[in-house]
């Protein structure tokens, strides 16, 4: 029997499967059994004067609660207030959401800060929706947790 036959494809086989675990996914707690997911709605990054979104809403329908991270790295934003919009969709269209909970930054000059927003009843799909008034440089991520 030839060997090279043999080990090639298995190389193949085992190179696709070990790619394929790479993937983040929800994990479970340990200790408490909670099943928690991480996703980053928003990267870090410089937005442009207007409204913006996460685009295409994320399922979260095994959760029943999360908490959103925002974290705003402005300059100059006086007279100037960020109001930043989780929004619970009834389908993974971007134009079938509705606001759940709002955070709004308000205008004070120089901001550098965090804040989170704590939501809960939300629908099976969700997203980030902002609106810029001055260019900033802000992400919002979220923590979700379901007890599976």
């Not at 994320?58 to 402005?74: L, N, R, T």
């Not at 100037?80 to 929004?87: K, Q, S, T, V």
């Not at 799909?125 to 001055?134: A, F």
Request: aromatic share 12%; with cysteine.
């Amino acid at each position: 029997m030839n060997l090279r036959k043999f080990w090639l494809p298995l190389a193949f086989v085992v190179a696709l499967w070990v790619g394929g675990e790479a993937q983040i996914g929800p994990v479970r707690d340990t200790t408490s059994g909670v099943i928690i997911k991480d996703t980053t709605f928003l990267p870090a990054a410089e937005r442009q004067i207007g409204l913006g979104d996460s685009g295409t809403p994320i399922d979260v329908g095994a959760y029943a609660e999360g908490v959103i991270y925002i974290d705003i790295k402005f300059t100059d934003v006086a007279g100037i207030d960020l109001p930043i919009d989780f929004e619970s969709c009834s389908s993974p269209a971007s134009d079938d959401c509705f606001i759940h909970s709002s955070w709004n930054i308000p205008s004070q000059g120089l901001f550098l800060g965090k804040g989170l927003l704590r939501v809960n009843n939300f629908g099976r799909y969700v997203r980030i929706k902002y609106y810029l008034g001055k260019t900033a440089t802000f992400s919002v991520k979220g923590t979700f947790k379901g007890y599976r």
